[in-house]
């Protein structure tokens, strides 16, 4: 499995911890942080390592990622995560803004890539929308579009 080159993300999340305004949505954004950089090293059983079991995970995006798009609990958010990130190759996301409130945590950015079993180069915008409970991730939704500005 090879890794992703996440270290800008992992930057600018650094950053928005650092501007949160309390303390429990600063720890929320360094939760966030640590997970893209646990799936960064494809170290996915770390990513879990602020979830709560019954993490729920959400993705909207066109139909030619052949992506895992509903999970339930951890072990099935593993699997997605292992799947999905391996369905993809080149991957190159960049966040353009990072908004905290009180439980959650939103990334709004772009990607570029390819998929790995076409072949075919991909360029989506995203928001990524990361919920907690208690110090604890509970649900992941992704929304992704196609940029077509590119």
Request: net charge neutral; charged share 20%; glycine share 6%.
């Amino acid at each position: 499995m090879s890794q992703k080159d996440f270290r800008g993300i992992s930057r600018q999340l650094e950053q928005a911890a650092k501007r949160a305004p309390e303390e429990q949505r600063a720890a929320n954004v360094s939760s966030v942080q640590a997970q893209i950089d646990a799936i960064a090293r494809g170290d996915y059983q770390a990513a879990l390592a602020h979830a709560d079991p019954n993490l729920e995970l959400e993705i909207f995006a066109p139909p030619e990622f052949p992506w895992i798009r509903h999970a339930r609990g951890t072990e099935a958010y593993l699997a997605a995560l292992a799947h999905n990130f391996g369905s993809v190759e080149q991957q190159t996301p960049t966040i353009h803004h990072v908004m905290t409130q009180e439980d959650t945590v939103v990334l709004f950015g772009d990607e570029h890539g390819v998929i790995r079993a076409t072949g075919a180069a991909y360029n989506v915008q995203f928001v990524h929308r990361f919920t907690f409970a208690n110090g604890r991730l509970t649900r992941v939704r992704i929304v992704a579009a196609r940029n077509e500005t590119k």
